[in-house]
């Protein structure tokens, strides 16, 4: 089985990141994944960081801490996936997605200026949208405006509380689940995984291996207890 990181941060990139690019890769390989999804931070208040108001050049910024952990990873033969960790003005949920690539970033101006909903409604069939830590920062989940969840986030410094994640996909199977290390520090890492029979060379083919259900999940707090995709109940 191929073990991938779906849910990692670059401090190049991600404002509460702490580790570079070229180490998180580093330490991946070090811990036998074959490879990662770099999913940094992309909202409103990390583009006002920026002081541009050019998409490119803001995209440009943003695409740094792949683009390092790609080359890496290139080096090393792990495949370095690109993700984004979008976050929409009007709550602070965060959202996972996945089926994307550096073309389809830079083709779609300002779209953290949507809602989550409008977002769904306009790119539902083009990508593939995970709940991130669903219950981390409220009660509320918006459930009609996304594919899948989160059902074990990882990150030690948070209470994400996973059982409620967990509860609510075993009640509604045809969720697509994830789960993700959430690293930002030195610590995080290796703490969950999505294994695959095949390689995921990019972003799409995460996208095709998730809605096939053609994966298992390992993550830490389950005790490394591997979650079958399609038989959650036996957790």
Not at 52 to 71: E, F, I, N, Q, V
Not at 203 to 220: F, G, P, Q
Request: with cysteine; charged share 25%.
């Amino acid at each position: 089985m191929y073990r991938y990181e779906l849910h990692l941060h670059t401090s190049e990139t991600s404002a509460c990141g702490h580790v570079p690019a070229v180490e998180q890769i580093r330490t991946y390989h070090r811990l036998g994944y074959d490879g990662v999804c770099v999913t940094d931070h992309l909202h409103n208040v990390y583009l006002k960081t920026l002081g541009a108001d050019d998409w490119r050049a803001c995209m440009d910024a943003y695409l740094t801490g792949y683009r390092l952990a790609k080359a890496e990873g290139e080096r090393l033969g792990m495949d370095v996936i690109l993700g984004a960790e979008l976050r929409f003005p009007e709550n602070n949920s965060d959202y996972l997605v996945y089926g994307i690539d550096e073309q389809w970033l830079y083709g779609h101006p300002w779209i953290t200026s949507l809602d989550h909903k409008a977002f769904f409604d306009r790119f539902g069939d083009e990508v593939l949208i995970i709940h991130a830590h669903p219950y981390r920062n409220c009660d509320l989940v918006f459930w009609d405006s996304v594919h899948g969840m989160e059902i074990a986030n990882a990150n030690p410094r948070h209470d994400s509380r996973n059982e409620l994640a967990l509860a609510y996909y075993r009640a509604h199977p045809g969720m697509y689940a994830t789960a993700g290390s959430d690293a930002h520090r030195i610590g995080d890492e290796g703490r969950a995984a999505l294994l695959s029979k095949t390689r995921i060379p990019d972003s799409y083919r995460l996208k095709e291996v998730i809605t096939a259900r053609d994966y298992r999940l390992a993550c830490e707090p389950f005790a490394n207890i591997i979650l079958e995709s399609e038989a959650i109940r036996n957790v």
